[in-house]
């Protein structure tokens, strides 16, 4: 056992010092925070000396926290910031050292003033859960309630690290979906591309080059769009009307889903569409599952679990659904007997968390459920595209030969009445 000189701060933050015998510094630190203390330097001895001038009670007793509004970062930025948090503190760091050390080296500019305002709250005598608070746009409940469990657990390096990684999870099947809608919206772009050229620029010189001739009626079709799309009167009130049209309606349609009876609508039809609508239910189930197993595994209680999974299940037939899980759960129930009235859970679900309920493991096995419907998004996500990459190129085709066929089937006309007479 080795003596350990400390500066810290008590839950007035009023400066104080002393010396505590422990195995490692993290030990020291530990029984330091067990008697409600939050060190800010702790030295071993004949290793060093501590800096007390750098910290002077009144100014940090009284220290206004700074806060930031209105700032907002990337779900990646916050994910690589808690990733990093949970490495400096698993290694012994202690926290205010770790986000000292964070805040210098943070090139995000909202995040880096962040972090400085947590490293101030920290240092007056603020717990880290309590610091999280102040900057709701940045750190969810979810975030905050699981850092207040690790704290309350002595096991805060843990919790970030599972928050690092349930974010790197979240983000990851994210970008899946995101990347499964490229190449249609590219595809579709470049479909249009051609047609607007072609019908602007190669249709109109086949048109004079026929003249008066009898065309076939796709041909007519086909010269007739060429010209009303050559002709002022479409290009300039049509386009715009067209555009003011289809914006009316997009602004139309989410001042609809802000209010709670077009949310509900607009959630219920996204779990309905054909195709996407089932990959909507399986990334909701998965968020669902991992968000609760989380939470619960954390040692969030599970009432205050289940809330904060409502809140952020990011569908309303969803959270309605973990409503009635939170009622039957109040009242002392089993959580099995919503999630099959919802509708919304496959029968494997439903089976999985009764069996984790009865066996007492289901955190675990809502982790597990989580992590197979990761494995059926990606799997559907990587089935969606390959459907849609043949579809696409097919209605490329389509578009492109069409218009090609109807300007060669008159010349093919023209060839054959030239060579008939003879």
């Not at 919206?185 to 001739?213: C, E, H, R």
């Not at 309606?249 to 001042?255: F, P, R």
């Amino acid at each position: 056992m080795a003596n350990f000189q400390y500066i810290a701060l008590d839950a007035k933050g009023e400066q104080t010092t002393g010396t505590v015998q422990g195995a490692s510094e993290s030990d020291a630190i530990q029984q330091l925070r067990s008697q409600g203390l939050y060190p800010t330097q702790v030295v071993e001895e004949g290793k060093g000396t501590l800096q007390a001038g750098k910290n002077k009670p009144k100014a940090r007793g009284k220290k206004k926290v700074k806060t930031v509004s209105g700032g907002r970062i990337k779900p990646k930025v916050l994910m690589i910031f808690t990733r990093q948090l949970a490495t400096l503190i698993d290694s012994g760091l202690p926290l205010l050292r770790g986000l000292t050390v964070l805040g210098k080296q943070e090139p995000n500019p909202v995040l880096r003033s962040t972090v400085n305002s947590l490293a101030d709250s920290v240092q007056t005598g603020a717990t880290f859960s309590e610091s999280l608070s102040q900057h709701p746009k940045i750190f969810n409940k979810l975030f905050v309630n699981m850092v207040k469990a690790g704290e309350l657990g002595g096991v805060l390096e843990v919790v970030l690290t599972r928050l690092a990684e349930y974010m790197e999870k979240a983000h990851k099947l994210k970008n899946k979906i995101v990347s499964a809608m490229v190449y249609p919206v590219i595809v579709l772009f470049i479909a249009i591309a051609i047609l607007v050229f072609l019908m602007l620029f190669i249709v109109p010189k086949f048109k004079d080059m026929f003249g008066d001739q009898d065309l076939p009626a796709i041909s007519n079709i086909v010269f007739n769009a060429s010209d009303n799309m050559l002709a002022r009167s479409f290009v300039l009130p049509n386009i715009v009307w067209i555009f003011l049209v289809v914006s009316g309606i997009v602004v139309l349609i989410k001042a609809w889903g802000g209010t709670s009876g077009g949310r509900g609508v607009i959630d219920a039809f996204k779990l309905k569409i054909p195709i996407l609508g089932e990959l909507t239910k399986k990334s909701a189930i998965s968020r669902f599952s991992r968000t609760l197993g989380t939470l619960v595994t954390s040692g969030v209680p599970i009432l205050q679990a289940l809330t904060i999974t409502r809140d952020t299940a990011g569908n309303v037939v969803v959270s309605k659904a973990i409503d009635q899980v939170h009622e039957a759960v109040k009242e002392g129930e089993s959580i099995v007997a919503p999630l099959q009235a919802s509708g919304i859970f496959p029968a494997m679900v439903i089976s999985m968390v009764d069996v984790g309920e009865e066996t007492g493991q289901l955190p675990e096995m809502l982790l597990k459920i989580a992590d197979v419907y990761d494995d059926e998004v990606d799997n559907a996500v990587t089935a969606l595209t390959s459907i849609l990459e043949p579809i696409m190129i097919v209605f490329l085709a389509l578009v492109v030969g069409t218009i090609v066929f109807a300007l060669f089937l008159p010349l093919i006309k023209m060839i054959q009445n030239v060579d008939g007479p003879q």
